[in-house]
C-alpha cells in the first residue's frame, strides 16, 4: 500500500538519491518533498479524471445570482479540484467555474462530476503512484542533484509517464457508447 514515504523514495530512486526513512523525519530531503507536497500531488490529481478521485455530487444553489450571463450560482464541494462534467452526458450542459468555489450556469440543477482532492495515499491506483513520483522527482530535481540537464529531462519526459499511467487509469473503465441518431436525421 502507497504511503507519502514510499511514493518520496521512488522520486529519490529516479534522482539516484538514497532513500528516507519517514516523510515526517525532518532532514533536508524529507522537508524539501514535505513542502511540496499537496501542491504537487493536487496537481497531478487535477491533470486527469483518476478513477479513484471521481465523485459525484448534487450541487446547493446558493441565493447569490450572476450579474449577468448565467442564471444561477451553485457551491462546489470542498475537496473539488477540477470539474469535469454538469449533467448525465459529458458537454450535455454550459457551465463556467468562478471565485469563491462557484458553478455558474442556466440549469435549475446542477449534478456534477468531479475529481475530489483524495489524501488517503492507500486510495491511489499504481498508474498515480509511479505519475505523482515520477512528477516530484522532476520537480525536485535541481534542487536535490544540482543538475539541470536531469531536471530538464524528467520535465521533458513527462507527459509521457503521465499518458502512460493515464492509459492504464483508462482500461478500468467500461466501453464508451455512442448514439448517431443526431447524426442520422442531420443525412435525412
Known sequence: ???????????????????????????????????????????????????????????????ETPDFKWSYY???????????????????YLWEIEAEGKLATDEAEANIEYIARITEEGRYSPGFVNALAYRLAAEKC???????????????LWPQELAAAISFDSQEKGPLSFTCEAWLDARR
Open 142 to 156: 535541481f534542487d536535490l542533484t544540482g543538475r539541470l540537464d536531469l531536471a530538464k529531462n524528467l520535465l521533458q
Open 74 to 92: 451553485y457551491q462546489l464541494p470542498g475537496d473539488c479540484l477540477r470539474v469535469t462534467q454538469l449533467g448525465e452526458q459529458e458537454d450535455e
Open 1 to 63: 500500500m502507497p504511503s507519502k514515504t514510499s511514493i518520496v523514495n521512488l522520486a529519490l530512486s529516479r534522482l539516484g538519491q538514497p532513500p528516507i526513512t519517514d516523510i515526517d523525519e525532518g532532514t533536508v530531503t524529507a522537508d524539501k518533498f514535505k513542502a511540496v507536497w499537496d501542491d504537487i500531488r493536487d496537481f497531478v490529481l487535477a491533470t486527469h479524471p483518476w478513477n479513484f478521485a471521481v465523485k459525484r455530487a448534487s450541487l446547493a444553489r446558493l441565493a
